[in-house]
């Protein structure tokens, strides 16, 4: 390829002189707003804040992996990096120039240097275009003549990803799910660009296909010095794939850090969480119960973010500084960035905070029990040891009084309900719940339990005559 050829050796050495430490793409403080509108005059009501917030960059040669759950702004957050989205806020640099609202007359050039792999195999691809028309659009646009023609250059990036070279003249249509996405591979490779974002460039291959499709961006990258930046579910791919690794959830990044310490030591409890959902395939471990982490509750909507910490709803070390003050993205460790209040493998920077309710908190608690329970139990507990007590001398013999038979059982229950739940009550209170008999014969032994201070044993049990005083 003549325009290629002569493009690519200078643009490597570009991005690569110098110090290194110049990236290649530098994004501060990116947002994205998609407004809700009602009613006839498209009053706006609201926004779904999809991005909001980030700040990070992208170095030559290197391979940026993003993770999250669906819905947290991964794939917006690439389209803006292209500018096929027009941001609503922040900066995108792309070598040094500003690219945030650059029309679309002066970023045709600059197309050749950023492409994308787009997620939908399916919406990608234009169905009324053969396959060699669509990956040969990128050398009509640019005006690149490659070295043996249009043709034969599409042949090989097609054989380049795994695809027949007979298959130029078919339609999309023709092709499975995995084979659309490795053509939307073959065009977004054309040029031979500097930085490729990759939006689930293998979620729909079979597994034997992800790792020739791993492996083949693996060889590009040390061939032709391209830098990536690629969003995926698969944990595992992009721990196999990547230099470094941001976690985004609700629009915003909790933690970037290189891919050794992010899953050997991760700082952040939604990350830690992501991991521990990681199946480990150990035939030795079948049966070995896994460390999970279940996150209670959903993902709070884009369109009413939580305040604070937009992960303190389903944390479990939330505290009432994670429900007010928002934690900014601060570097703990040597290249670790964490946005928490209370990390997990660090010093916490807000120590000491009261935790959060238990309306945000789900915490399991036994309800108190009621006072009469409380009763009837210490009842049965004094009642149960009684027989088999040692009996005084002087009580023996009030116990072997004649009239002990006419001791009713009720009037020992409510002489002993009575007794344990004294503490709690007057005498007033407790004076109507007991019959007079009962009340009459308890009275004395209440006045010597309360002269002698001994309220855990009981007095001689009355045998409805004048009972002895204590000594």
Same mark, same amino acid.
């Given at each position: 390829? #003549?325009? *290629?050829?002569?493009?690519?050796?200078?643009?490597?050495?570009?991005?690569?002189?110098?110090?290194?430490?110049?990236?290649?793409?530098?994004?501060?403080?990116?947002?994205?707003?998609? @407004? !809700?509108?009602?009613?006839?005059?498209?009053?706006?009501?609201?926004?779904?804040?999809?991005?909001?917030?980030?700040? &990070?960059?992208?170095?030559?040669? %290197?391979?940026?992996?993003?993770?999250?759950?669906?819905?947290?702004?991964?794939?917006?957050?690439? $389209?803006?990096?292209?500018?096929?989205? %027009?941001?609503?806020?922040?900066?995108?640099? &792309?070598?040094?120039?500003?690219?945030?609202?650059?029309?679309?007359? $002066?970023?045709?050039?600059?197309?050749?240097?950023?492409?994308?792999?787009?997620?939908?195999?399916?919406?990608? *691809?234009?169905? $009324?275009?053969?396959?060699?028309?669509?990956?040969?659009?990128?050398? $009509?646009?640019?005006?690149?003549?490659?070295?043996?023609?249009?043709?034969?250059?599409?042949?090989?990036?097609?054989?380049?990803?795994?695809?027949? /070279?007979?298959?130029?003249?078919?339609?999309?249509?023709?092709?499975?799910?995995?084979?659309?996405?490795? !053509?939307?591979?073959?065009?977004?490779?054309?040029?031979?660009?500097?930085?490729?974002? =990759?939006?689930?460039?293998?979620?729909? *291959?079979?597994?034997?296909?992800?790792?020739?499709?791993?492996?083949?961006?693996?060889?590009?990258?040390?061939?032709?010095? *391209?830098?990536?930046? !690629?969003?995926?579910?698969?944990?595992?791919?992009?721990?196999?794939?990547?230099?470094?690794?941001?976690?985004?959830?609700?629009?915003?990044?909790?933690?970037?850090?290189?891919?050794?310490?992010?899953?050997?030591?991760?700082?952040? @409890?939604?990350?830690?969480?992501?991991?521990?959902?990681?199946?480990?395939?150990?035939?030795?471990?079948?049966?070995?119960?896994?460390?999970?982490?279940?996150?209670?509750?959903?993902?709070?909507?884009?369109?009413?973010?939580?305040?604070?910490?937009? &992960?303190?709803?389903?944390?479990?070390? =939330?505290?009432?500084?994670?429900?007010?003050?928002?934690?900014?993205?601060?570097?703990?460790?040597?290249?670790?960035?964490?946005?928490?209040?209370?990390?997990?493998?660090?010093?916490?920077?807000?120590?000491?905070?009261? /935790?959060?309710?238990?309306?945000?908190?789900?915490?399991?608690?036994?309800?108190?029990?009621? /006072?009469?329970?409380? =009763?009837?139990?210490?009842?049965?507990?004094?009642?149960?040891?009684?027989?088999?007590?040692?009996?005084?001398?002087?009580?023996?013999?009030?116990?072997?009084?004649?009239?002990?038979?006419?001791?009713?059982?009720?009037?020992?229950?409510?002489?002993?309900?009575?007794?344990?739940?004294?503490?709690?009550?007057? %005498?007033?209170?407790?004076?109507? %719940?007991?019959? @007079?008999?009962?009340?009459?014969?308890?009275?004395?032994?209440?006045?010597?339990?309360?002269?002698?201070?001994?309220?855990?044993?009981?007095?001689?049990?009355? #045998?409805?005559?004048?009972?002895?005083?204590?000594?």
């Amino acid at each position: 390829m #003549t325009d *290629l050829n002569k493009k690519t050796p200078a643009s490597t050495a570009a991005g690569s002189d110098g110090s290194g430490s110049e990236p290649l793409l530098k994004v501060e403080g990116l947002v994205k707003h998609f @407004p !809700i509108t009602k009613g006839v005059l498209k009053r706006k009501v609201g926004a779904v804040q999809a991005v909001d917030g980030l700040t &990070f960059d992208v170095r030559p040669g %290197e391979t940026l992996g993003v993770v999250g759950e669906s819905g947290c702004g991964k794939s917006t957050m690439g $389209r803006l990096v292209t500018r096929l989205l %027009e941001p609503t806020g922040g900066k995108v640099e &792309f070598q040094g120039r500003d690219i945030t609202h650059m029309s679309a007359g $002066r970023l045709r050039p600059m197309r050749r240097d950023i492409q994308m792999i787009f997620q939908d195999p399916y919406g990608s *691809l234009n169905p $009324r275009h053969t396959v060699g028309g669509i990956v040969g659009t990128p050398f $009509r646009l640019q005006g690149v003549k490659p070295e043996g023609g249009v043709k034969a250059e599409v042949q090989r990036l097609l054989e380049l990803v795994g695809l027949n /070279p007979e298959h130029y003249n078919r339609y999309p249509h023709e092709f499975s799910g995995g084979q659309r996405q490795r !053509i939307g591979i073959a065009r977004a490779l054309a040029l031979k660009p500097k930085l490729v974002v =990759a939006d689930e460039p293998v979620s729909a *291959l079979d597994v034997s296909i992800q790792a020739q499709v791993v492996n083949l961006l693996d060889d590009l990258q040390e061939e032709l010095g *391209l830098t990536y930046m !690629i969003i995926a579910h698969d944990l595992s791919v992009i721990r196999h794939v990547s230099d470094r690794i941001a976690v985004m959830y609700l629009g915003k990044i909790v933690e970037l850090a290189d891919r050794t310490s992010l899953y050997e030591a991760p700082m952040h @409890p939604y990350t830690k969480a992501l991991m521990s959902a990681v199946p480990v395939p150990d035939p030795r471990r079948r049966g070995a119960k896994s460390e999970r982490i279940l996150l209670k509750g959903d993902v709070p909507s884009p369109i009413s973010p939580p305040s604070g910490c937009r &992960f303190h709803t389903r944390c479990w070390k =939330a505290t009432q500084i994670c429900a007010t003050t928002e934690p900014p993205l601060l570097q703990l460790k040597t290249g670790h960035q964490v946005a928490c209040h209370h990390p997990e493998n660090g010093e916490d920077q807000a120590p000491g905070d009261a /935790p959060l309710t238990a309306d945000v908190i789900t915490v399991k608690s036994t309800p108190a029990p009621e /006072p009469a329970a409380v =009763a009837e139990e210490a009842a049965a507990v004094k009642a149960a040891p009684s027989p088999s007590a040692p009996v005084e001398p002087d009580k023996a013999a009030a116990s072997s009084a004649p009239e002990q038979p006419a001791r009713t059982a009720a009037a020992e229950e409510g002489t002993a309900a009575e007794e344990a739940v004294a503490p709690a009550k007057t %005498e007033a209170a407790s004076a109507p %719940e007991k019959a @007079p008999e009962a009340e009459k014969a308890s009275a004395p032994e209440k006045a010597s339990g309360a002269a002698s201070g001994e309220d855990e044993v009981p007095a001689a049990p009355s #045998t409805g005559t004048e009972a002895e005083p204590k000594e």
